[in-house]
T-cell receptor, first 111, second 115 residues
């Protein structure tokens, strides 16, 4: 029940295309859903986050869509660029508890 | 965003020795710090949660006597890998937050290689 399931495991997108990564969770007590971007040899960096009282959040080319009833949330990267090539992790947490990470998606943007 | 500094970035040590990794929050007070381990092409595995001034809470399967965590101040936590062995070679990452369930900021990670 503590798991966060992430798909796909890897993704290849043409430059300028839309990259979509999906996550699903079981624990309805989760109330914070961040996405992290990680480059090789570096620690993860927070990209964007959402709370369940909002269905969508957009920051620049990055958008989180949140479906509370389906217990799913997704990351959309618009106009994907080669510099977006990285590993992306979705995560979830509840008050006073740890962050649970998905298994990650390795994104490669073709130039 | 806030800055979390991790040191060293990489370390090579001999089997049987101990290695200490530091995690500092540079511009905020971190009541909670987390230590993760990450194997190549895998996700972050939480090892332990530490709160300033109290004992760390270890995840199931993590040896507390092998991975010593100290959170002596609101800006510093240390992870000591004792009697390191080659299987301890991994990427260790810390994160810090001012409160639970708020944004967590990650260090740049430490690549440990035990030879």
């Amino acid at each position: 029940q503590q798991q966060v399931k992430q798909s796909p495991q890897s993704l290849i997108v043409q430059k300028g295309g839309i990259s979509i990564i999906n996550c699903a969770y079981e624990n309805t007590a989760f109330d914070y859903f961040p996405w992290y971007q990680q480059f090789p040899g570096k620690g993860p960096a927070l990209l964007i986050a959402i709370r369940p009282d909002v269905s969508e959040k957009k920051e620049g080319r990055f958008t989180i869509s949140f479906n509370k009833s389906a217990k799913q949330f997704s990351l959309h990267i618009m106009d994907s660029q080669p510099g977006d090539s990285a590993t992306y992790f979705c995560a979830a947490s509840i008050i006073d508890d740890k962050i649970i990470f998905g298994k990650g998606t390795r994104l490669h943007i073709l130039p | 965003g806030a800055v979390v500094s991790q040191h060293p970035s990489w370390v090579i040590c001999k089997s049987g020795t101990s290695v200490k990794i530091e995690c500092r929050s540079l511009d905020f007070q971190a009541t909670t710090m987390f230590w993760y381990r990450q194997f190549p092409k895998q996700s972050l595995m939480l090892m332990a949660t530490s709160n300033e001034g109290s004992k760390a809470t270890y995840e199931q399967g993590v040896e507390k006597d092998k991975f010593l965590i100290n959170h002596a101040s609101l800006t510093l936590s240390t992870l000591t890998v004792t009697s390191a062995h080659p299987e301890d070679s991994s990427f260790y990452i810390c994160s810090a937050s001012a409160q639970m369930n708020t944004e967590a900021f990650f260090g740049q990670g430490t690549r440990l290689t035990v030879v």
